[in-house]
T-cell receptor
Framework: SQTIHQWPATLVQPVGSPLSLECTVE??????LYWYRQAAGRGLQLLFY??????ISSEVPQNLSASRPQDRQFILSSKKLLLSDSGFYLC???????????FGPGTRLTVL | GENVEQHPSTLSVQEGDSAVIKCTYS??????FPWYKQELGKRPQLIID?????GEKKDQRIAVTLNKTAKHFSLHITETQPEDSAVYFC?????????????FGTGTRLQVFP
C-alpha cells in the first residue's frame, strides 16, 4: 500500500531564516505531487504541483520554491522566511493520470 | 479556471440530526468531486467522492449528490455523531491545461452537540 511521509512534523523558525520541508511517497511510482499551505482556520492553498522529476508548476508567486529531485521526493524551500509563511504545510500525492489526492500528515511551521 | 463555493461556513447540529453541506462549481467540464474531512490539527482525509457519470453515491451514513445541470453537489451526513465534528472541504477537478489539480472550497466547520 502507499504511504506518504512529511518531515519535520513541527518547526519554529526566525524571520529571515531558510526553510526546507521534505515529502516522500512509498509504494507507488510516477505520482503527481502537490504542496498546499493552510493558514490557521483557513482553506487549502495550492502552492506547487509536479507531474515528474524536475517538472514544477507554481500556483502562487512568493518567496517559496519547490524541487523534485527524485520520483517520489518533493521538497519545499525558502531562502528567507516571512512572518506570513507561518501555517500548516501539506504534501499530497495522486496516482499518475488520476485526480484523487491523498494528503500527508503535514508540517506545522511557525515563523517568529 | 474552476471556482468552487461552499456553504455554510459553519454548521451546528444536535446529535442524531442530519447535516447538509453544499458546493457549487463554475466549470461544466469538471468531472470529479471529492469530499475531505479534516479534524483539528490533522490532515484532510478523503471520505467520499463522486464522478460526473453518477448522480448519487452513498457510504453508510454519508452520501453525496451531484446535479450537473445546476453545477452543484452536496454532502449529506445522517444520524450525526460527536465524532463527525470537523471541517469538511469539497473540491472539483480543474481540467484547465489538462492537469490533475483540485480546486477546494473554503470549508465548513461542523459541530455536533451531544
Amino acid at each position: 500500500s502507499q504511504t506518504i511521509h512529511q518531515w519535520p512534523a513541527t518547526l519554529v523558525q526566525p524571520v529571515g531564516s531558510p526553510l526546507s520541508l521534505e515529502c516522500t511517497v512509498e509504494g507507488t511510482s510516477n505520482p503527481n505531487l502537490y504542496w498546499y499551505r493552510q493558514a490557521a482556520g483557513r482553506g487549502l492553498q495550492l502552492l506547487f504541483y509536479s507531474v515528474g522529476i524536475g517538472q514544477i508548476s507554481s500556483e502562487v508567486p512568493q518567496n517559496l520554491s519547490a524541487s523534485r529531485p527524485q520520483d517520489r521526493q518533493f521538497i519545499l524551500s525558502s531562502k528567507k522566511l516571512l512572518l506570513s509563511d507561518s501555517g500548516f504545510y501539506l504534501c499530497a500525492w495522486s496516482p499518475r493520470g488520476t485526480d484523487t489526492q491523498y494528503f500527508g500528515p503535514g508540517t506545522r511551521l511557525t515563523v517568529l | 479556471g474552476e471556482n468552487v463555493e461552499q456553504h455554510p461556513s459553519t454548521l451546528s447540529v444536535q446529535e442524531g440530526d442530519s447535516a447538509v453541506i453544499k458546493c457549487t462549481y463554475s466549470d461544466s467540464a469538471s468531472n470529479y468531486f471529492p469530499w475531505y474531512k479534516q479534524e483539528l490539527g490533522k490532515r484532510p482525509q478523503l471520505i467520499i467522492d463522486i464522478r460526473s457519470n453518477v448522480g448519487e453515491k452513498k457510504d453508510q451514513r454519508i452520501a453525496v449528490t451531484l446535479n450537473k445541470t445546476a453545477k452543484h453537489f452536496s454532502l449529506h451526513i445522517t444520524e450525526t455523531q460527536p465524532e463527525d465534528s470537523a471541517v469538511y472541504f469539497c473540491a472539483a477537478s480543474d481540467l484547465t491545461y489538462n492537469t490533475d489539480k483540485l480546486i477546494f472550497g473554503t470549508g465548513t466547520r461542523l459541530q455536533v452537540f451531544p
